[in-house]
């Protein structure tokens, strides 16, 4: 099924199955993927867990405390978050002076903390966007697997937290320059360019630049040559690079997406027009 009904609110988008079976039938065979299964036992409604627990059970409560961080982590953007480590490494690593192994170790995860955070906060902001375009729309807020509030308390808790040891572990100017790079990510690049103009990523680029000036920084507690060089071949790198992907795909948003932003062929669903966008 498509469409579901969670405990205590309304529908709710994901994937799940009714399934009519027998008291004593096991529950085993079943698809890992599925979000809920709503078992109909003995003319009895039960929710039941992957697992085949009852709500309410230790065992379920603990899939399902697993389930949630899991979704919570798919906020953060695992995969992009491995590219800011290695650039933020690329920094620190740069600098004249070594940081204690264990400050670096810090540094590096506040990096990874702030970038995971600005991705949270860029998921719930563009939710409905994201709902539209087949891409994006098994994420976990369009997929209906965490609520906004959830995913902007998460962002918002993570970024502050991220600073804040960052300006405990290393010194005060490395944290300012995170809070700056969470900011410009989730400010400018998410709310202010990305609706507006396809040209987004020329600008907005420049929070994907950020995390070797930050690495630097937490070493040296200032900004050089080096780190801005580092700084200025990510910003010059990324538009390149992203319009490389795209290609020849990146023409006028079919019928049914809101922004104004173009998008892949077919990322919305339905015939894209053939006319390139206006650049």
């Known amino acids: 099924i498509d469409e579901f009904h969670a405990y ?9 199955a009714f399934i009519r079976m027998d008291e004593s039938a096991p529950l085993a065979g079943l698809d890992s993927d599925l ?20 709500d309410g059970s230790e065992r379920g409560k603990e899939g399902k405390s697993v389930k949630h961080f899991s979704r919570l982590a798919a906020l953060t953007k695992p ?7 290695f650039t933020g ?4 690593l740069a600098a004249p002076v070594r940081l204690p192994v264990a400050l670096a170790f810090t540094a590096i995860l506040c990096i990874a903390l702030g970038a995971g955070a600005a991705a949270a906060l860029n998921q719930w902001y563009e939710s409905d966007i994201d709902a539209q375009m087949k891409r994006t729309a098994n994420r976990p807020l369009p997929g209906g697997r965490i609520e906004r509030q959830t995913a902007l308390h998460f962002g918002v808790g ?4 991220s600073v804040l040891l960052m300006g405990l572990a290393t010194n005060v100017f490395a944290a300012a320059v995170l809070a700056v790079s969470i900011l410009f990510y989730v400010f400018v690049y998410t709310v202010w360019l990305k609706r507006r103009t396809p040209q987004n990523i020329v600008i907005g680029g420049a929070a994907g630049a950020f995390p070797p000036v930050i ?5 040296t507690g200032s900004v050089d ?3 801005l060089l580092m700084f200025a071949i990510i910003f010059f790198w990324t538009p390149p690079h992203f319009w490389a992907m795209q290609g020849a795909s990146m023409l006028c948003p079919p019928p049914g997406c809101r922004s104004g932003s173009c998008w ?8 894209a027009r053939t006319q390139p966008a206006a650049a």
Do not use: S, Y
């Not at 995969?79 to 480590?85: D, E, G, I, P």
């Open 8 to 16: 205590g609110g309304g529908p709710q988008r994901g994937r799940g």
């Open 35 to 54: 979000d809920e299964i709503l078992v109909w036992r003995v003319g009895r409604n039960r929710r039941w867990d992957q697992d085949g627990e009852r």
């Open 79 to 85: 995969r992009v978050m491995t590219l800011v480590v």
């Open 89 to 92: 490494l690329c920094g620190l």
């Open 158 to 161: 993570l970024g502050a937290f």
């Open 215 to 219: 690495g630097w920084a937490a070493v």
């Open 225 to 227: 040559v080096m780190p």
């Open 264 to 271: 892949p062929v077919g990322a919305c669903g339905g015939t």
